[in-house]
């Protein structure tokens, strides 16, 4: 079964199951890094908010089984577990009560030049700063949209007060997690993925430090918070490298404990190509931060804005 007949006949299934006041449509839309992804659109008839489930997943699932009652089944239960959200448009377009929901996360700026046309965002070395109204972040589960220059018109304030406004309420909205990688891994599974494991077999994970937020969606931004960076720098008591594992999260590996460079990027590489799925690339080199700045030949990560997320500890 084609791609296209397998969206068919999920959505055809999904409209004979009970799953409540709602009706169901199809949906394609153009993702971070150039990703077209197709989806399920459930309007729900008593709310303003449409979720949109992805197929891509599934249509893995089916070509594996090739059993598409379970396929069906499986979306109208995630359907059902979804929170029902009511969005109140006189507080969203007010950009005085909609300020407070305000993040940012971080993209690679050529794989996205089209995305950036029509989006406010600030580049940032080789990548560009995003911003998105949070509009749930309960049980888990992180539902946004993006800002488009639209919207941020509609609001009437420019990108910088947009991204004071993002850092300002980054921490509250998405508390930090930093810590050592290893103690990372035992004490969340989810982070058992196959590339932290091909890094720690290449470094040794008991030197890597991993860096993201509580939900590990879109955390890959905190490197761009120089306050943030500066305090890790003291925490190592040396200057780092920066190792862009994925939009989600970094790995941060104290230079005195690092290999060259040109190694680094070569792992990163590898790591991109054979474990990386490709809406979750970043980066495909190692960035430098230097607490002076002073080498010329160093990435030197260095923020915009003078605000920290949260203290080090």
Known sequence: MTYETFRNEVLQGLQCREIGNVSLSLTKKLKPNGQMKYGVVFNNL?????????????????????DLD??????????????????DKKKFFDFSTAKSRIIMKLVNTAKNRILLETAPHIPFQDLSIVYYYLISNSDGIILDMPVNDKLL???GVDTLTLH??????????????FGNLNQFLLENGSLEKEYY??????????????????????????MTCKNLMDE???????????????????????????????????????INRDYLEPEDYLSDHAYYYS?????SNAYYIQSLFQHSPKSIS
Do not use: C, H
């Open 46 to 66: 008593t709310t303003n908010t449409s979720p949109v489930v992805y197929l891509e997943e599934y249509y893995e699932f089916y070509q594996i089984t090739r």
């Open 70 to 87: 379970t396929v069906i089944d499986m979306l109208a239960g995630l359907y059902r577990t979804l929170p029902v959200i009511q969005l």
């Open 153 to 155: 018109m509609k609001w």
């Open 164 to 177: 004071q406004q993002a850092v300002t309420n980054y921490n509250r909205l998405l508390p930090v997690k």
């Open 197 to 222: 494991t091909a890094i720690s077999d290449n470094n040794g994970s008991e030197e890597l430090y991993f860096l993201s937020n509580e939900f590990l969606t879109g955390g890959a931004v905190l």
């Open 232 to 270: 890790i720098a003291d925490f190592f008591k040396e200057d780092f490298y920066i190792l862009p594992s994925s939009v989600n999260e970094v790995l941060l590996f104290p230079e005195s404990k690092a290999p060259p460079k040109e190694k680094l990027d070569k792992m990163i590489q590898e």
């Open 291 to 295: 607490r002076s700045g002073q080498d």
